[in-house]
């Protein structure tokens, strides 16, 4: 069955550096999206792309926080500067079209920041 | 704002017991409700609704939609240890391109 694949799984990285976790969405689908889960928390939104730009974004989506699709089956979201309210559970999910499909999540990257 | 409501937060039930989670909602233009089932990671799909009234089944797992109470129902009869994960509500809105999530139900199946 087509999955999302996540990399890293786990990462941890020191305040203030730069983070970049990956994507590779399901081939045909062309809707991308990254959600954040704080541990014990809600599942929360972040971003939607679509046609190689961002559709719809959150406000937890500030200036730190970009995506990009660099190349034809990668996504990526990048922090510029973890802060320590960064740590959570990144997901990136894809589905083929808007609304009709449900959302297919990846594994998840975990992120500590310390 | 649009906001997704889930109860209970938390459950513990015994193997063989059957329960019921709630999930309401307050979105404008809503489109469809999703349920999710989540246990380590990743969140699976369980049920999409978008019509009113109408059960969705799967195995011991059943949910139905109720437009007019603005909320759903999941079900899960003869509940398994294997039941035990956070189960998500989600809403999709037109001329939406996200899903708002609600915080989710853990459940908790004791042998």
């Known amino acids: 069955e087509p999955e999302v694949t996540q990399t890293p799984s786990h990462q941890v990285t020191q305040m203030g550096q730069e983070v970049i976790l990956r994507c590779v969405p399901i081939s045909n689908h062309l809707y991308f999206y990254w959600y954040r889960q704080i541990l014990g928390q809600k599942v929360e939104f972040l971003v939607s792309f679509y046609n190689n730009e961002i559709s719809e974004k959150s406000e937890i989506f500030d200036d730190q926080f970009s995506v990009e699709r660099p190349d034809g089956s990668n996504f990526t979201l990048k922090i510029r500067s973890t802060k320590l309210e960064d740590s959570a559970m990144y997901f990136c999910?894809?589905?083929?079209?808007?609304?009709?499909?449900?959302?297919?999540f990846g594994a998840g990257s975990r992120l500590t920041v310390l | 704002e649009d906001k997704v409501v889930q109860s209970p937060l938390s459950l513990v039930v015994h193997e063989g017991d059957t329960v019921t989670l709630n999930c309401s909602y307050e979105?404008?233009?809503?489109?469809?409700l999703l349920w999710y089932k989540q246990e380590k990671k990743a969140p699976t799909f369980l049920f999409m609704l978008?019509?009113?009234?109408i059960e969705k089944k799967s195995g011991r797992l059943s949910s139905i939609l109720d437009k007019k109470e603005l909320s759903s129902i999941l079900n899960i009869t003869a509940t398994q240890t294997g039941d035990s994960a956070i189960y998500l509500c989600a809403v999709e809105v037109y001329n939406n391109n996200d899903m708002r999530f609600g915080a989710g139900t853990r459940l908790t199946v004791k042998p």
């Open positions: 978008t019509s009113s009234g």
């Open positions: 999910a894809s589905r083929a079209v808007a609304g009709a499909n449900v959302l297919t």
């Open positions: 979105v404008t233009n809503f489109r469809s």
